[in-house]
C-alpha cells in the first residue's frame, strides 16, 4: 500500500524530493491514521480556513470603515496602526485632540509596561535610562 502511494508521488515531486521522501517513509516509525484521527484533522482544517476567511473579511471591514472615518490617518499609518490608535485613544475626537507627543508615547507604551513590570528595573532608573539618551541625542 506503501508503495502505490509513493509511486504515485513521480508525477508531483521532483527525483529528488521524491528519493528523499521515499527514504524517510521507510525508515519512519509512522503508524496508520485511524478515521476518528482523520475525521478530527479534517474538522480541525475546516476550522481554521473557516477563520483564515473570518479574517480576511474583517480586515476588508477595517479597511473600508478606517477610509471612510479616518482617512488621514489611514494614510499615515494604515488601517491597523490606526484603529489601535483610536481604540488606545477612546475616539476619534479624543485622539485628534491629543498633541503629537501623547500619540508618540501611546506607541511606546507597550516597551515602557515591560520596564516597569520588571521589579529589579525602577522608574527613577528609566528617568535615568531616558535622560541619558535624550542627551547624547541631541534631544533635549
Known amino acids: 500500500m506503501l508503495r502505490n502511494k509513493l509511486c504515485c508521488l513521480q508525477i508531483l515531486l521532483d527525483e529528488d524530493v521524491e528519493t528523499q521522501l521515499k527514504e524517510a517513509a521507510v525508515i519512519s516509525m509512522g503508524t496508520e491514521v485511524n478515521d476518528l484521527d482523520l475525521l478530527n484533522i479534517r474538522e480541525l482544517c475546516d476550522q481554521v480556513l473557516a477563520l483564515s476567511e473570518y ?3 474583517l480586515y476588508e471591514y477595517l479597511k473600508s470603515r478606517m477610509n471612510t ?3 488621514n490617518l489611514t494614510a499615515l499609518v494604515g488601517e491597523l496602526v490606526g484603529a489601535r490608535l483610536i481604540a488606545h485613544g477612546g475616539s ?3 485622539l485628534a485632540k ?3 507627543s501623547t500619540i ?3 506607541g511606546a507604551e507597550k516597551v515602557c509596561s515591560f520596564f516597569f513590570q520588571n521589579s529589579s528595573f525602577s522608574f527613577l532608573r ?3 535610562v531616558l535622560l ?3 542627551q ?3 534631544d533635549k
Open 132 to 134: 541619558y539618551v535624550c
Open 126 to 128: 528609566f528617568l535615568y
Open 92 to 94: 476619534l475626537l479624543n
Open 69 to 71: 472615518i479616518a482617512p
Open 104 to 106: 508618540q508615547i501611546l
Open 136 to 138: 547624547h541625542t541631541g
Open 55 to 57: 479574517r480576511a473579511q
Open 98 to 100: 491629543q498633541p503629537g
